[in-house]
Nanobody, 122 residues
Framework: VQLQASGGGFVQAGGSLRLSCAASGGSFSRYHMGWFRQAPGKEREFVARISGISGNSYYVDSVKGRFTMSRDNAKNTAYLQMNSLKPEDTAVYYC????????????????WGQGTLVTVSS
């Protein structure tokens, strides 16, 4: 499976962005999808995930109520709608696909996209 993340950019605090993760080369609906991010000087961290079948989503506490993850299996694409953005959301955002279970750990993901940069100014 190849993953292509897009939609990053520069936005002022309080603004919104929608990230997309387009998948190719596999049966997209079978994969559990996740978003991670890596801020400058920090380790990569889990942000959100969505299961392949049920579509249930889960978020890290710091983005709950502001970010929404969704997927369109017909388009082989996962999304991350980010609202009320804060400067601390500045990071490179990565999408990933897991074959076995919905997961929050990097090691449970089998495929990774290249990352898209989100910069939030104060």
């Amino acid at each position: 499976v190849q993953l292509q993340a897009s939609g990053g950019g520069f936005v002022q605090a309080g603004g919104s962005l929608r990230l997309s993760c387009a998948a190719s080369g596999g049966s997209f609906s079978r994969y559990h999808m996740g978003w991670f991010r890596q801020a400058p000087g920090k380790e990569r961290e889990f942000v959100a995930r969505i299961s392949g079948i049920s579509g249930n989503s889960y978020y890290v506490d710091s983005v709950k109520g502001r970010f929404t993850m969704s997927r369109d299996n017909a388009k082989n694409t996962a999304y991350l709608q980010m609202n009320s953005l804060k400067p601390e959301d500045t990071a490179v955002y990565y999408c990933a696909a897991a074959s076995l279970v919905p997961a929050s750990r990097e090691k449970d993901y089998d495929y990774w996209g290249q990352g898209t940069l989100v910069t939030v100014s104060s």
